[in-house]
Each structure stands twice: as structure tokens, then as C-alpha cells.
């Protein structure tokens, strides 16, 4: 079954920079976009970036564009996000998930990674 | 830009159907979808499309779009049910999503 493992999250200070990972299994990876989704403590859902299957597309939320970049590695079944410039409004929980371009639906969700930015 | 606005709370008592309305402009026109997040876990795809329940999904869960608003529609909540309730569009290539809706069976 589809399987999505985000690691890497922290705490880092205001201006700092963090990478987190995820690691997909269960599906062939190189056959679908995937997207960063991240929800702020008590708050709802905010779409921040999404890659295509070779990674020719690219996009982002604004609120990010400029500081955040996103990239994967097909040949290890990985989604990373570079975090740069880090706000203390970046703190969140940051979901891996599979978006599935056919049916426009975010199908599968990772458990998601704590990014805690504070001094 | 484009906002949904979804029903900060609604209750249903046990047995009964529960709906989560969405709305948008024209969101008729556009295919919605709906995430379920219970407390503590990441959220879990149960409509999309507007009205296509993925495998594994009960079919107490239903779906339809028209005009502006979409609704979500639980049959015979149960207290499994609870949790918050996200619809989703895509615009421009950009995910938008409700301000979420959470769902108390009492």
C-alpha cells in the first residue's frame, strides 16, 4: 500500500534554513506529482508547493515563493523541501502527498513532520 | 484570490445524517474535494471529484457541486465521524482549500 515518511523537522531559529524529507514506497514514484501541504498548530490546511513526475513543473504558494524550493530524486523515491529565510510563521506541520494529476485528487497523505521556528 | 468557505462546527447526534457545506463562486464548475482529519493524524482523502468515493471509503459518505456551494453528506454518523472536514479546488495550478468544518456527533 502507499506509504509516505516525512523526517527532518526541527526546531530552527528565525532566518535559519532546514531540508525535510520524504520517503515514498508502496507506489511507482516516478509516475505521479507530489505536493507539500503544512498546517500551522490549531489551524487548517495550506497547500505550499507541488513537482511534477520529472520534475519540469514546478510550482508555489506565495507565501513561500523565493524562500522555499522543492525537488525530488526519482531513483530514491524522495520528495525534499528546502526551507530558507525561516518565519516564525513557517511553524507547522509539513505533509508529503501524493497528487494524482488524473483525478486532480491529493490521495495519499503522509503523518507529517514538525517544523517549530522560534528563537 | 479565490476562497471557500466552509461551517466552522456542526453537530449531528448518532444515527443521523450530517452536511458540510463549501462554498465558492461558480464552484459548480469546478471538481471538489473532500479530506477527513480525526484528531492527532494526517488527513485522508474521502471524496473527489465531487462525488467519487475512494476505495475503502464507506458509502455513508456522498457528495455533490452545484452552482456555488458543494456539500459533503454523512449518513448515520457515528462517532468515528468526528474530526475536521476540508473541501479543495484547484486554481490556477494552485491547491485552495476550505477553512475546514469539525464535525461533533453528541
Known amino acids: 500500500q502507499v506509504h509516505l515518511v516525512e523526517s527532518g523537522g526541527q526546531l530552527v531559529k528565525p532566518g535559519g534554513s532546514l531540508r525535510v524529507s520524504c520517503e515514498a514506497s508502496g507506489f511507482t514514484f516516478s509516475d505521479y506529482y507530489m505536493s507539500w501541504i503544512r498546517q500551522a498548530p490549531g489551524k487548517g490546511l495550506e497547500w505550499i508547493s507541488h513537482i511534477s513526475e520529472s520534475s519540469t513543473n514546478i510550482f508555489y504558494a506565495d507565501s513561500v515563493k523565493g524562500r522555499f524550493t522543492v525537488s525530488r530524486d526519482n531513483a530514491k523515491n524522495s520528495l525534499y523541501l528546502q526551507m530558507n529565510s525561516l518565519r516564525a510563521e513557517d511553524t507547522a506541520v509539513y505533509f508529503c502527498?501524493?497528487?494524482?494529476?488524473?483525478?486532480?485528487?491529493?490521495?495519499?497523505w503522509g503523518q507529517g513532520t514538525l517544523v517549530t521556528v522560534s528563537s | 484570490s479565490y476562497e471557500l468557505t466552509q461551517p466552522l462546527s456542526v453537530s449531528v447526534a448518532p444515527g443521523q445524517t450530517a452536511t458540510i457545506t463549501c462554498d465558492g463562486d461558480n464552484l459548480g464548475g469546478k471538481h471538489v474535494h473532500w479530506s477527513q482529519q480525526k484528531p492527532g493524524q494526517a488527513p485522508v482523502l474521502i471524496i473527489y471529484r465531487d462525488n467519487i468515493r475512494p476505495s475503502g471509503i464507506p458509502e455513508r459518505f456522498s457528495g455533490s457541486n452545484s452552482g456555488n456551494t458543494a456539500t459533503l453528506t454523512i449518513t448515520r454518523a457515528h462517532a468515528g465521524d468526528e474530526g475536521d472536514y476540508y473541501c479543495q479546488v484547484w486554481i490556477s495550478a494552485t491547491a485552495v482549500f476550505g477553512g475546514g468544518t469539525k464535525l461533533t456527533v453528541l
Open positions: 502527498v501524493r497528487l494524482d494529476i488524473v483525478t486532480t485528487a491529493l490521495d495519499f
